[in-house]
């Protein structure tokens, strides 16, 4: 599943100006309980917006379909990229979705600890292996660069860094295994209940190198996560650059990872 994530933001942040800078991970947050929903479809879509060339902002959402089942004493997750949504200039959507459409409806399956701080891809290798394959031959035969560019960027890519890109989406979505998420009492976090949700908010301040200028660099995160299954069930990233001379913001780059009712699939 994460594969064709990181394969869209790979091929995503080619087309757009650089990302601002990114902080290093604090600890994760502890959760009483790992217990997802089992047998229980699940909708997940992962959404990025950043700002393009033109001043506009460009969405890029992949809606994957979920499944946990126990597999031992652990559980097994099958996930499967349903459809890939873009608003994205023609020339681009075709690029991304070109990249991206071969893993369309392809099952990939994760292994992940009894108590979620560890998730495996299975079949990694056979999984690469068909990912590169799929899109040198989409490249070779529609005649398409970025294909063919992507395809060996990806081989060239070592292979623990090749499954860290494949997991990370799956990582964010476990608590346990997201070591994005502030301990209680770091600076500038916040958390809060409501029922059985807990809201973590963290601000952090940096700056953003542009035209040879340092401008202030604003980044909310917020994480919805449900305390009875463990699972984030909202995570949403927002950069903001400071304009000169006063408050006003404006929004470079958001990131929402939700699950949502698989019956809006």
Do not use: C, H
Not at 79 to 108: F, H, K, N
Not at 188 to 212: F, H, P, Q, W
């Amino acid at each position: 599943m994460i594969v064709a994530v990181g394969l869209g933001a790979l091929l995503l942040a080619a087309q757009l100006p650089a990302s601002p800078p990114l902080a290093s991970p604090p600890t994760s947050v502890a959760v009483s309980q790992f217990a997802p929903p089992l047998g229980q479809p699940m909708a997940y879509r992962v959404t990025t917006r950043r700002l393009g060339r033109d001043g506009t902002l460009i969405s890029f959402s992949l809606v994957y379909a979920l499944q946990w089942q126990r597999a031992g004493r652990g559980y097994q997750l099958v996930a499967t990229l349903r459809r890939i949504d873009s608003d994205a200039r023609p020339e681009v959507a075709r690029a991304l979705t070109a990249v991206l459409q071969p893993l369309v409806g392809e099952p990939m399956t994760y292994f992940v600890a009894p108590d979620g701080s560890s998730i495996d891809l299975v079949d990694a290798e056979g999984l690469w292996d068909r990912a590169i394959a799929r899109t040198q031959a989409l490249g070779a035969a529609a005649g398409q660069g970025e294909a063919k560019q992507m395809a060996a960027l990806i081989a060239a890519l070592p292979v623990e860094q090749r499954n860290e890109l494949a997991t990370a989406d799956i990582r964010a979505l476990v608590v346990p295994a997201n070591d994005a998420i502030p301990a209680p009492g770091g600076t500038n976090v916040s958390i809060r209940y409501d029922g059985a949700m807990k809201m973590v908010a963290e601000a952090e301040r940096d700056s953003l190198a542009t035209e040879g200028e340092g401008r202030p660099l604003e980044i909310d995160k917020l994480w919805t996560i449900d305390t009875l299954t463990g699972l984030v069930v909202r995570e949403q990233r927002q950069s903001w650059i400071i304009e000169p001379g006063g408050d006003a913001r404006t929004l470079v780059e958001e990131r929402i990872r939700a699950l949502e009712s698989a019956a809006k699939d």
